[in-house]
């Protein structure tokens, strides 16, 4: 089969979030399944310099675009994928994040900037560029590619189309002014269609017109379903349930394995965990803690938000104090509890060890020298740093939500006999909680016998990206025989069906 995988970021052409690990290890593992894929994604600064050599394939004339849009063309660094960059300068050749401004704010054209990425997905997928080539299904990934499955159900002889929601909190809202100025049509403004309270919402845009839907793993498929974590699209999910499927993420070990990390100080597998204990040193050392190897040290590396379970942390920081432990986290995002981490980090300086940013070795030596991965998020789409602490013999510590709970196998005690228990969960948004299964913990690593047994459960695990693009490829291809089904109508809902959505 022909695949179009369209992602507004992908490692390492450029990251922001989960997002471009995914876009940049699944296209590779299904290429290495002998199926052709070819990624598509903006061609912002990051992303031109980090593909090396690029060519110029096709010019577009597209509604938004004062100039033509060039198409570039090149290899996915460190893979046979073939890669597209839509190059528009009007729209992508900027500072700062594919998103926002060098000041963080959002680019207040994102609605034009992703629109108009759309429009060029839907020449490519409808063989309109002068490729020669049309795919057999467009593979769409979160709001930024929304209005591709839309654009596209306007198309007599259009490709399948799939549409896979990472995080749902993100949906791409804009206003009426915005909507009317991209010239789409004017029934799309619809509570059955793009407006959602109010507003054009780009996600619900894919959500409504794709042929199936997905989502990065079972659990937060059947989240999505409810109001608690629907985001108020929870009745449109509802609706779609019965092409809704959650696939978990995978790791590229090639990345992520200590046995090879050029990014640690010292390689180890579990044969010889001797050696993690040097990366703890190294750890404690980097963030200035007292280099204590007996003291088991607890690592979180994330977003600073709300989502990750941060205040959690933080409201538990007087009694974590009182336990023979030491705590480092690095990240950067909200900063009142960036400042209030810091805050921590001052008055604690031999407890606690904060890095405010984002640093790739030293999240690979935070997994490499810890020995219990904090994750406890309020919610999880999936989640991979618990996969990552996993293969580095560093049992996480999550909260039974999304990914976290299809990945995590909790440290009770039938799990510990069976010597199925991979770390240790809990279950409500509650700092109580969170600080039984913190002292677990503790009373586990003080059984060192038992806690290798644990370690070394976690580092057998597989979830790598051959397993989970095996199970993408089967969808591909119900999708696709879906899609072909002469008495197969749009899958967009008829009126009156999508109400509980608006």
């Known amino acids: 089969m022909d695949c179009l995988f369209a992602s507004s970021e992908a490692h390492p052409l450029i990251k922001t979030g989960g997002l471009a690990d995914v876009s940049g290890s699944l296209p590779r593992a299904i290429k290495n399944a002998k199926h052709e894929i070819r990624l598509i994604l903006p061609a912002y600064p990051a992303a031109v310099a980090n593909a090396g050599a690029l060519n110029c394939v096709a010019e577009l004339s597209l509604p938004g675009a004062a100039a033509p849009v060039r198409i570039l063309q090149g290899r996915l660094p460190h893979s046979r994928v073939r890669l597209y960059l839509v190059d528009s300068p009007q729209h992508f050749d900027r500072p700062g994040g594919p998103y926002a401004t060098p000041a963080g704010d959002d680019w207040p054209d994102n609605a034009a900037r992703f629109a108009l990425f759309a429009r060029a997905v839907c020449e490519i997928a409808m063989d309109r560029a002068g490729l020669d080539w049309k795919p057999d299904l467009v593979h769409c990934n979160d709001w930024q590619t929304g209005l591709v ?8 002889g259009r490709p399948a189309t799939l549409f896979t929601i990472h995080n749902l909190a993100y949906q791409g809202l804009f206003s009426l002014a915005e909507f009317q100025a991209l010239q789409l049509p004017m029934d ?23 042929d199936w839907l997905s989502t990065v793993s079972p659990t937060y498929a059947r989240e999505i379903r409810t109001p608690e974590f629907g985001c108020g699209l929870d009745g449109l999910l509802e609706h779609r349930k019965a092409r809704l499927t959650g696939i978990l993420n995978g790791v590229d070990y090639r990345d992520w394995n200590p046995g090879r990390d050029r990014l640690i100080p010292h390689t180890y597998t579990a044969r010889t965990l001797r050696l993690k204990l040097e990366n703890k040193i190294a750890l404690q050392e980097t963030f200035e803690l007292p280099p204590r190897p ?5 690592g979180h590396v ?19 104090l009182q336990r023979p432990m030491q705590m480092v986290i690095l990240g950067t995002g909200q900063p009142e509890l960036e400042a209030a981490l810091q805050k921590a980090r001052y008055r604690h300086p ?11 070795a030293l ?3 935070i997994e490499a020298g810890s020995d219990v991965f904090l994750m406890p998020s309020l919610f999880e789409p999936c989640g991979l740093n618990q996969l990552y602490s996993l293969r580095y013999g560093t049992p996480p510590l999550v909260r039974r939500t999304g990914g976290l709970a299809d990945s995590v196998i909790d440290a009770d005690g039938p799990n510990l006999y069976q010597q199925t228990a991979t770390g240790f969960v809990f279950d409500d948004v509650d700092a109580a909680q969170l600080l039984r299964a913190i002292d677990r913990a503790l009373n586990l690593y ?35 025989e879906l899609h072909l089904r002469p008495t197969d109508t749009q899958s967009a809902p008829a009126r009156g069906e999508a109400g509980a959505t608006a």
Request: glycine share 8%; proline share 3%; net charge neutral.
């Open 149 to 156: 499955p839309a654009l596209l159900s306007l198309q007599a």
């Open 188 to 210: 799309w403004w619809s509570m059955h269609r793009l407006e959602f309270h109010g507003r054009m919402s780009f996600l619900k845009g894919g959500l409504v017109f794709a």
């Open 294 to 298: 007996q003291i088991p040290v607890f």
């Open 302 to 320: 994330g977003r600073l938000v709300e989502q990750k379970g941060v205040q959690l942390i933080l409201d538990l920081v007087p009694e974590l």
């Open 350 to 360: 031999t407890k606690i060890g904060v890095r405010i940013g984002y640093d790739e």
């Open 363 to 365: 999240a690979h030596l």
């Open 446 to 480: 003080a059984q060192q016998r038992v806690w290798k047994d644990l370690v070394q459960t976690g580092m057998r695990q597989d979830y790598s990206w051959e397993r989970s693009a095996a199970a993408y490829l089967e969808l591909y291809e119900k999708v696709m």
